[in-house]
């Protein structure tokens, strides 16, 4: 089992990624789910929406977890979390059939840039 952690405190945003074991390594991230439905990618907002979290994690344990501001839009925030994340969601996911549509999610809709 390989996790890995990433933050950006001036984003407001950390991150796990793990190619198995999410669930025992995630730690408070896990706080705002009462389950993850495996194999789909989960939202919750903590804190009135102030912060939104992004869960998947596929039946194998392999996934992330990212909480970040809900507010942040800079490219400049958005773009080294986006690049890192894929990054290893590249190696963790490695033979998912589901990572050519998870990657479109992260790309268009969870982490935008132009």
Same mark, same amino acid.
């Given at each position: 089992?390989?996790?890995?952690?990433?933050?950006?405190?001036?984003?407001?945003?950390?991150?796990?990624?793990?190619?198995? #074991?999410?669930?025992? =390594?995630? #730690?408070?991230?896990? *706080?705002?789910?009462? =389950?993850?439905?495996?194999?789909?990618?989960?939202?919750?907002?903590?804190?009135?929406?102030?912060?939104?979290?992004?869960?998947?994690?596929?039946?194998?344990?392999?996934?992330?977890?990212?909480?970040? *501001?809900?507010?942040?839009? *800079?490219?400049?925030? &958005? #773009?080294?979390?986006?690049?890192?994340?894929?990054?290893?969601?590249? @190696?963790?996911?490695?033979?998912?059939?589901?990572? @050519?549509? &998870?990657?479109?999610?992260?790309?268009?809709?969870?982490?935008?840039?132009?």
């Amino acid at each position: 089992m390989t996790c890995w952690r990433g933050e950006r405190r001036d984003c407001k945003a950390r991150w796990i990624v793990c190619d198995s #074991g999410l669930e025992d =390594e995630a #730690g408070d991230l896990l *706080d705002a789910y009462s =389950e993850i439905a495996v194999n789909n990618v989960n939202v919750r907002t903590i804190n009135e929406g102030e912060l939104v979290r992004y869960a998947y994690i596929n039946d194998k344990g392999a996934g992330f977890i990212l909480e970040i *501001d809900s507010s942040i839009f *800079d490219p400049d925030c &958005l #773009g080294p979390i986006k690049s890192d994340l894929i990054d290893k969601l590249t @190696q963790a996911l490695y033979g998912d059939p589901r990572w @050519q549509l &998870l990657y479109h999610i992260i790309e268009r809709q969870m982490l935008p840039t132009p």
